[in-house]
């Protein structure tokens, strides 16, 4: 990644003026032709952020990494179904594999809120695909998305998406957790686009049972309570 003198003003560890930061960089790139080149288009010499102070450097690629961020993403693929607590991941997807319609019938039953939440759980982890793309580990740009959800520093779209990812109530929950955010993004990984994916990323409601549903009631209990000649 290259930078020109006038993009570091304001960065820690360097000059404050744009002369003061152009000399400084010529000192830490001793003229190396990997550490500085002239800029496509411009009379303007840019520099590799390797020559910077770790604090400069650093700055750089987080304000980086941010802009990344700020570029538009794209909505979700498809619709989620419902989870099954009681089945792994990896196991609940090759029952799906095995077996498509089972998917069509779950995804009958969503509601709105879960179809949002596994919405906002893909666009999660697209983010972290664009910062890996752009140079990030997997476990450094799972800890950016993470933290900022919860310092309130990242995109106003990310930030809604963090919120609603979480599937919970109460103000006092904030962002989303590296290790939920890890979990997501191996599913949304490891799925392929469409039904599929967003089954395994939409989270589990209990549904409200159907009078038909309690068969204790109906097969066991109603018999002999409207048995009028049965016991009281």
């Known amino acids: 990644m290259y930078v020109v003198a006038k993009e570091l003003l304001g960065l820690p560890g360097l000059p404050t003026t744009t002369k003061g930061i152009r000399e400084a960089l010529s000192r830490y790139s001793g003229g190396l ?15 590799h952020i390797d020559c910077l102070p770790a604090q400069a450097r650093e700055a ?24 099954n607590s009681l089945v792994k991941p990896r196991e609940e997807l090759e029952i799906m594999r095995q077996c498509p319609a089972l998917v ?16 906002a759980r893909a666009l999660l982890a697209q983010e972290v695909e664009k910062l890996r793309a ?12 993470a933290d900022g959800s919860r310092q309130g520093t990242l995109p106003a779209r990310v930030m809604v998406a963090a919120g609603l990812a979480n599937a919970r109530k109460g103000s006092s929950r904030i962002g989303v957790s590296k290790s939920c955010l890890q979990a997501w993004l191996t599913l949304y ?5 469409g039904l599929e994916r967003l089954a395994l990323l939409a989270p589990g409601q209990p549904k409200r049972k159907r009078p038909e549903d309690v068969v204790w009631f109906f097969g066991m209990f109603w ?4 048995n009028q000649n049965g016991p009281m």
């Open 60 to 83: 750089v690629r987080q304000r980086h990494f941010k802009s990344v961020l700020e570029q538009s993403g794209c909505k979700s693929d498809g619709l989620p179904i419902k989870r």
């Open 189 to 193: 990984l490891t799925t392929k686009p």
């Open 223 to 226: 018999p002999h309570y409207s």
């Open 134 to 145: 752009a140079g990030m580990s997997r476990i450094a740009a799972v800890t950016f998305i």
């Open 33 to 47: 032709p990997e550490m500085v080149r002239k800029r496509a288009g411009s009379k303007a010499f840019e520099y």
């Open 104 to 119: 069509e019938r779950e995804v009958a039953t969503l509601t709105d809120d879960q179809k949002k939440v596994a919405d």
